[in-house]
């Protein structure tokens, strides 16, 4: 039996030397005032027991993790189909580059990169009808999974982001000229900004995704979210692209299915143990949590964890 | 001492095989519906003297012909400055692509791609500040070199533009990205649209033309549009770029500064001598009137008036 | 505890009706003219105990798993050095693209796409100086690994692939361009394919892959290759990228740290478990044996192996 | 009636203070060691007179201008069949990516990036068989045009090219991969190689162009080396491609069908007056000779021989 709450004060305290190492995300105001010396670590078992160090109570954008539990809402709704519309292979490109875009046609790469991302939220968006009900429905996905009716968005990160979202709408209208995109392109995009802009912190993200972890169900109450085949899929994208380009380096060091935010947040799956969150604001050149990945590189070399 | 009216009318005979190849473009309906089997061709001299064939009053929509006047007039504003925003060399590739766009940073390779002459109405835009304002200008001055109060645009050409525009969007959008773009990326691409749907025919636009044949200056009533340098510009870049992909081609085949539109219409100029249109609703594979550039190779051919 | 030789009897069985699905790859007459419609599967537990169906003891070229061989072999010797020439990114790219090199000034993304594996080649070059010494030291690690002092190569398909290998020949030249490649591009290219000959059945390449399911020894006779960090790295690249553009989907479906060759053989790890070697010569559409994926997809379902 | 020799020792005089501007090409070590200090201007009338200024008589690596004569040997020998090979639009590309190539399967733009020229000496290989009867017939073709026998090549020029290369061989067996090169792709590139280390004054290369400027008929000696349609198309490809990446810029600037070299020199085209070269060994950043760009600049500007 591994004394979590130990192993997560000894990474706390290994990592003070990199605390003001990294760049906080500045590309919108509403990101760049967070406090940069942040950091907060959560694990949440299949028990329920929780175990955190820093301000773990503290919320922050969520930003691109919102994308996992979009992906997984769509794909519950569409099943195979999605992939018509969003493959599953990693991008091997800036996150946000138009160029594999337009020579594939306008059929993004994976829902983790931002066309991906957009073209889910389409998806949801042709489903559900309305802009506020989608978003609403989406949020709703994210208190059921974290079982928390509490949880909101940021509003000004969200006008923030769509006072400066043009690349994003660049994207949006290529894959709508291809007749990749159901919806209007400036609110689609919109209702993408408005989940990535919902905040939470470390405990309530651990809790988040442990239905990732145990095959598509809660492990404490018991609620069936989604298929084990589904789990899996999810999990494997997350694997090989949910760090960007640095999906290979991650896999590697961590060694988990995971995902981050350039809001200093990432979630990963330990399949059949638990859920793990980060935060931390500042950012390594690939835009993921510098404090962050090593948080979780530590967790499974002292756990032996990596699934590798 | 040619002449020029029997030349047409052999042109015009010759041509009479080749009226039903090639194919209009059909990518927004109000373009589609236009009779494809016209044909028409018209010069004007430096005395004013008009020689045509066929449908030479019927007014077709200009399209990227209007390139040519757009940045006529922001050379002419902004001079050596405009090329902060647009370059001057061919692109090598498909006039719409977000490839290029991408690498070079937002900056459109020459004024005739859709990225560059959307730099070019942006550009417009923010000296004459407002949307209205801006395309009244516009307009005013393809009156004044055309000496012809008369011209005007359609408006279901425009709408249907509008509704069908998501690429040029996206062009938009990327440069405004890169900080290239210094208007509404919607409103510049809707002022785009609405220059691009000024309709004209062959006697208007050979007339319009001619300043551009005598170093800036129009030698029939001695305006003086542009100094004799950009002039000598602008026929570089019409040469060298006016034709999208097939600009080489042309610049062979044909031997004059021109620019095509995807509405049928070319516009050529004979330095020292005239200005040429042709118009012929159906296209080649790389968008050019079919009918339009062997017109305009007949014509040199036959007079010699090729540059080379 | 598992029946394992039944599991491989029903997967073979499962597999009848696909046994006449895909292509040969037939890029060389040497290989293109294998019997299509066999099937082998092997795996090999850390007891040395084996299970085998279908024909386990013919051989085949093994093409690009030897990539795996020869990266481990180098990266024993340069260690975190051997970066510096190439990347351990996913490439989101067909395998053998110049496009990525070029833009990315002549660094290979991964080891397992062509242009990364000639790098590697070329790093065992300098360090054995002459194209045989460095051939035979690839081949001595192979037969270490597999304790197998039999295993040899294939010179007709050795010669063929030299005859029309015109684009690693490119690739290779288009680092040396860039100083990437220490040295002559036409004998590493050359190596590079004499070890891309070399042939092995299942039972001995599910034999040749044990020391990376056990953190870089063997678990038989306790040689130590590499070391536990190294082995990690190793499943982690072939997890993100060892089934060229198709990785992705790989992992999903099988979810095993695995490389695949053109010739029709796929070897697969499962930490802490196995060895893993399928064979069967026609391919999908990504380049992989299309049976040996299958194969390896139903042995995951039936063990629940799949570190997801 | 101008007085030629005066203009051009104007020019002389006004580009003192540029001489020593721009940076001698430094990829082999053989250019790098020429005196960069270095101008000399001639041209070539229809009845033989020739003005020179600076040293006119001192020969240099002509390089890249040696593919308007291997272009113009092809296009005599292959007519129309040439263009299955090579294209002839402009490829907004630096002259040796490889990007294009591999997006256009193995097919260069035009003959005047390194591909298209390598494609080109391809085909000569083809008709004459032999590398050693290529390279003579090359030569022999200089020498005709220039009526001059005594026209050689430097062999230290070409054994450095051939030590460096590999961007070249890169390109060479990149299309030998797609089956756009008919010989081996080692002795092809060689061949290249040895015809642009061909050495000219700016007095020979005056005189080797007038062909071009007399629709293919050399003017002073009557002989018709090509067709008055093949001058043409040779004279619009200088004119859209012959300056790399800046052809557009060269084009509004000088306003003449011409080729530069990076050895420093430039023939350019009077069409029906006369053949013009300049030598001066430092390059702008395009890789155009500075002060050649400019001689011939001022040269337009004065004569008003622009065909804009």
Sequence with gaps: MQN???????IQLELQPYLHKGTVANYIPALSKVNPNQFAMSITLFDGTTYSVGC??????IQSISKVFTFTKALNIYRHNLYKKVGREPSGNPFNSLVQLEYEKGIPR???INAGAIVVTDALLTHYQKTEKTFENILTFIQEVSDNQNI???PM???SECEHGFRNLALANLMKSFGNLENEASSTV??????????????????SILF??????????GKKFITSDQAKRINAVMLTCGHYD???????????????????????????KMGIAVFSPRLNSWGNSLLGTKALELFTAKTGFSIF
Tied chains: 1, 2, 3, 4.
């Excluded at 060694?255 to 200093?264: C, D, E, R, Y």
Aim: hydrophobic share 40%; net charge negative; aromatic share 12%.
């Design 246 to 272: 640095a999906s290979g380096d991650f896999a590697f060091h961590v060694g988990l299915p995971a995902k981050s935010g350039v809001g200093g947040g990432i979630v990963a799956v330990v399949p059949k």
């Design 4 to 10: 979590y709450q130990q192993i997560l004060e000894e």
């Design 56 to 61: 773990s109570q503290s919320r922050f954008s």
């Design 190 to 207: 919109e209702t993408y900004f408005k989940h990535c802009a919902i905040t939470m912190n470390t405990q309530e993200l651990a809790r």
């Design 152 to 154: 909101g968005y940021d």
């Design 110 to 112: 994976n829902p983790f």
């Design 157 to 159: 990160v969200w006008r």
């Design 212 to 221: 990732l972890a145990n095959h598509g169900i809660d492990p404490i109450n």
